[in-house]
C-alpha cells in the first residue's frame, strides 16, 4: 500500500547534495530546468511554456510535501518525488508498504552522477527513517538514462506496461522493484 508522505521537515544530505523541501523562492531555478527541451518529456511532461506554468508546480510540490529539491552550491538543480506507485500492478506485494520515486536533473548537470547520488540517500531515508518495506520505480522503454540510475541504485527489472502521461501519451515503461531485503545487501560506502 501506498505511504502517506510528509517531508516537511526533512532535510537531507549527501556529499555533493542538499535535499530540503521546494519553497516559492526556488521559483527561478524550477523554470531554468524545466523550461528546457528534452528534459521533462523523459518524465512524461512538456517543458514550461512560462513561469506561471513552474509556479502552478511550484505550489503543487509545497501543497503536498512529498517531492525534494535537490539543491546543488545554492541552486535547485532537480527534484525527487516520493510518489504513488499503481497498486493495481503490484497485488502480489499489496500488504506491504512502498511508495514510487520520481525525479529530474537540470540538463546542465547531467552525467555526473548526481541523481544516483541523490536517490541512494532518499532511499536510506525511505528504508532506514521510514520503515518501507519497498521502493518502486520505472523508466520509459527508450530512457536508456533513467534506465541506468535505477540499476546503479540495486533495482530489479519486473514487468514492462503501457502507461498514459500527463499528455496523454502512450508509452512502453519498465517497472522496477527495490525490496528492503535487498537493499539491505547492496555494499554500503564508508
Ligand atoms: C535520468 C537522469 C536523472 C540521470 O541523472 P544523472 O545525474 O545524469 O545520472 P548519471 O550521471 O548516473 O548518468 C546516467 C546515464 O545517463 C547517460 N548520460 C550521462 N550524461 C549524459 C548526457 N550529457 N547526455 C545524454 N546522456 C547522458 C549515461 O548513459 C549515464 O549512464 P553511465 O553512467 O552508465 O554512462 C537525467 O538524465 C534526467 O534528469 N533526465 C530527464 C528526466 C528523466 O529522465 N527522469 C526520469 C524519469 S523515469
Given at each position: 500500500?501506498?505511504?502517506?508522505?510528509?517531508?516537511s521537515?526533512?532535510?537531507?544530505?549527501?556529499?555533493?547534495?542538499?535535499?530540503r523541501?521546494?519553497?516559492?523562492?526556488?521559483?527561478?531555478?524550477?523554470?531554468?530546468?524545466?523550461?528546457?527541451?528534452?528534459?521533462?518529456?523523459?518524465?512524461?511532461?512538456?517543458?514550461?511554456?512560462?513561469?506561471?506554468?513552474?509556479?502552478?508546480?511550484?505550489?503543487?510540490?509545497?501543497?503536498?510535501?512529498?517531492?525534494?529539491?535537490?539543491?546543488?552550491?545554492?541552486?535547485?538543480?532537480?527534484?525527487?518525488?516520493?510518489?504513488?506507485?499503481?497498486?493495481?500492478?503490484?497485488k502480489?506485494?499489496?500488504?506491504?508498504?512502498?511508495?514510487?520515486?520520481?525525479?529530474?536533473?537540470?540538463?546542465?548537470?547531467?552525467?555526473?552522477?548526481?541523481?544516483?547520488?541523490?536517490?541512494?540517500?532518499?532511499?536510506?531515508?525511505?528504508?532506514?527513517?521510514?520503515?518501507?518495506?519497498?521502493?518502486?520505480?520505472?523508466?520509459?522503454?527508450?530512457?536508456?538514462?533513467?534506465?541506468?540510475?535505477?540499476?546503479?541504485?540495486?533495482?530489479?527489472?519486473?514487468?514492462?506496461?503501457?502507461?498514459?502521461?500527463?499528455?496523454?501519451?502512450?508509452?512502453?515503461?519498465?517497472?522496477?522493484?527495490?525490496?528492503?531485503?535487498?537493499?539491505?545487501?547492496?555494499?554500503r560506502?564508508?
Amino acid at each position: 500500500m501506498n505511504y502517506k508522505h510528509d517531508i516537511s521537515n526533512t532535510i537531507l544530505k549527501t556529499n555533493r547534495l542538499t535535499l530540503r523541501p521546494f519553497v516559492l523562492s526556488d521559483l527561478d531555478d524550477l523554470y531554468e530546468y524545466a523550461k528546457v527541451d528534452g528534459v521533462g518529456q523523459m518524465a512524461g511532461w512538456p517543458p514550461h511554456k512560462n513561469k506561471e506554468e513552474s509556479l502552478m508546480i511550484l505550489n503543487m510540490f509545497i501543497e503536498e510535501k512529498k517531492t525534494f529539491a535537490i539543491v546543488y552550491e545554492n541552486k535547485v538543480i532537480g527534484s525527487i518525488g516520493l510518489e504513488n506507485y499503481p497498486e493495481e500492478l503490484f497485488k502480489n506485494i499489496k500488504d506491504l508498504n512502498g511508495t514510487e520515486l520520481g525525479y529530474v536533473l537540470s540538463k546542465d548537470y547531467w552525467g555526473k552522477g548526481l541523481m544516483p547520488e541523490a536517490c541512494k540517500e532518499v532511499l536510506r531515508y525511505c528504508f532506514e527513517n521510514l520503515k518501507l518495506d519497498f521502493v518502486a520505480c520505472c523508466y520509459f522503454a527508450w530512457n536508456n538514462q533513467s534506465k541506468r540510475v535505477q540499476e546503479k541504485l540495486g533495482f530489479k527489472y519486473q514487468f514492462e506496461t503501457i502507461r498514459k502521461t500527463r499528455t496523454e501519451k502512450e508509452e512502453n515503461c519498465a517497472y522496477n522493484l527495490l525490496m528492503k531485503e535487498d537493499y539491505y545487501q547492496l555494499p554500503r560506502e564508508n
